[in-house]
């Protein structure tokens, strides 16, 4: 079975072909220089790109993967949730495709998508379902942070989420405060690795509530008042150096902990993790530290496929058209406010 997917959720315009589990092709092309000029993602700009560079970079896909069009067995792109102009470019030109082709479509959720990311490694990419154990995963990107159960393949429920801002979204608007270069959570994070994680000792929202969900919107505010009062934290490299430490330190001690607890409370011995925000090199690490301690086996998405691509979109939809056959329906509508049930 080979599977083309789409995913154009946000500032990432990617194609990528799937075959019998293994990642032919996975092409990414980035809006970030597109974006940098405005501190974030302009809605109408990455639309306008994505129909400038779909079909190049689906012809560029297959042409990695020795795939013609036509012998593409089904197509699947995101459907949600995402910025809601991006989202229509991928999801009706794959839509048109399969239709035109006579081929199964598979919608996606983009949640979905990388909570299954982290089952995919390699050189090439495969999807390793066949190690797959029950686990609890955190997804953890700009605009989400969701801690979830996965009981078995395909079947999953949320145990918490964030109720205000996402942890990524936490980590961008900090480092804009501190006037970092955009896209600001990476830049915070290489800064950091030179600074005093306990200079400062801002608040860890929610560490002790007993539930699985978030909240980084105190932690962004704290983070602003001290700049107010401290503004000369901005005036040397090693002070803003500590300054994101510290800011990184309380995300990710909140973003463990949590996650490390949800898992024990649910018996399982695995925990995966996946979203953009697992590039950054501290949780990476303390949350394997933490799951060493805890004797829990770790699963990270590789840094490839944590942020947006359609190599996730693929395999996930080869294992839900392995486990039921795909209808010929192309009637599916753009959700940008997608729950992951």
């Known amino acids: 079975m080979k599977i083309l997917g789409v995913e154009t959720s946000c500032d990432e315009t990617s194609v990528a072909v799937i075959a019998e589990g293994v990642v032919l092709a996975n092409v990414v092309s980035s809006q970030i220089k597109l974006h940098a000029e405005y501190g974030g993602v302009v809605p109408e700009l990455a639309t306008r790109e994505h129909l400038r560079n779909l079909l ?5 896909a297959l042409s990695l993967a020795g795939v013609a069009v036509s012998d593409v067995d089904a197509i699947a792109a995101t459907q949600g949730p995402g910025l809601p102009s991006a989202l229509m470019v991928g999801l009706y030109a794959a839509e048109s495709l399969a239709f035109v082709l006579d081929k199964p479509f598979v919608p996606i959720n983009h949640h979905e998508a990388h909570l299954y990311s982290a089952w995919v490694s390699g050189n090439p990419l495969r999807a390793e379902f066949a190690e797959f154990e029950p686990s609890v995963s955190l997804i953890v ?14 079947r999953h429920r949320v145990l ?31 800064l950091a690795q030179f600074g005093n994680p306990c200079a400062h000792a ?6 002790h509530d007993p539930t699985d969900d978030f909240s980084f919107s105190g932690l962004k ?22 300054l994101c430490a510290s800011v990184q330190a309380a995300i990710v001690e909140v973003l463990v ?5 949800a898992a024990l409370r649910a018996g399982v011995k695995c925990v995966t993790a996946s979203g953009g925000v697992m590039c950054n090199s501290a949780l990476r690490r303390e949350l394997g530290e933490a799951c060493a301690v805890a004797r829990l086996s ?7 496929l944590c942020t947006d691509n359609a190599a996730m979109v693929g395999i996930l939809a080869e294992r839900k058209l392995l486990q039921k056959d795909g209808a010929h329906r192309y009637d599916f509508e753009i959700a940008p406010g997608l729950a992951l049930v």
């Open 221 to 242: 505010t704290a983070v602003r008042y001290f700049l107010r009062d401290h503004p000369e934290v901005l005036e040397t490299r090693a002070a803003i150096q500590d």
């Open 257 to 261: 902990k949590k996650t490390i607890r």
């Open 56 to 60: 190049p970079i689906c012809g560029e």
């Open 141 to 154: 990107s700009g605009g989400h942070t969701l801690l979830v159960l996965v009981e078995a393949e395909l």
């Open 298 to 304: 770790l699963r990270i998405a590789e840094r490839g």
């Open 160 to 190: 918490g989420g964030t109720i205000d801002d996402a942890a990524g979204e936490c980590f961008d608007k900090v480092a804009k405060l501190i006037g970092l270069p955009y896209p600001g959570g990476p830049e915070l994070d290489r």
């Open 202 to 207: 801002f608040p860890r929202p929610m560490i």
